[in-house]
Nanobody
Framework: QVQLVESGGGLVQAGGSLRLSCTAS????????MGWYRQAPGKQRDLVAR???????MYADSVKGRFTISRDNAKNTVYLQMNSLKPDDTAVYYC????????????WGQGTQVTVSS
């Protein structure tokens, strides 16, 4: 049974920082492309950042220079460091796992709420 469990969301003031974590179980973590997506109320779920392969990381334009995705294969965990947060970053953030080298998503986490106040 595959599980992706996110943590680290919360309420923060604009300009602040948060670090999200997602710990996976039930998959061979090191062969999966891991990523973060977000969905604001009334909007579609969009890519935030994704480690596509060992040498390719993709970021949404809106978070470049502010967010950093990383992974620790020994801990089966992917992180999203979010700095200089803005109210527009408010959303539910979802962890994802899919085949390495692709943008496909095979598994989703349950989501964690991030709220940025102005």
């Amino acid at each position: 049974q595959v599980q992706l469990v996110e943590s680290g969301g919360g309420l923060v003031q604009a300009g602040g920082s948060l670090r999200l974590s997602c710990t996976a179980s039930g998959i061979l973590f090191h062969i999966y492309a891991m990523g973060w997506y977000r969905q604001a109320p009334g909007k579609q779920r969009d890519l935030v950042a994704r480690i596509i392969s060992a040498d390719k990381i993709m970021y949404a334009d809106s978070v470049k220079g502010r967010f950093t995705i990383s992974r620790d294969n020994a801990k089966n965990t992917v992180y999203l460091q979010m700095n200089s947060l803005k109210p527009d970053d408010t959303a539910v953030y979802y962890c994802s796992a899919g085949p390495m080298g692709t943008m496909d998503v095979r598994h989703w986490g349950q989501g964690t709420q991030v709220t940025v106040s102005s």
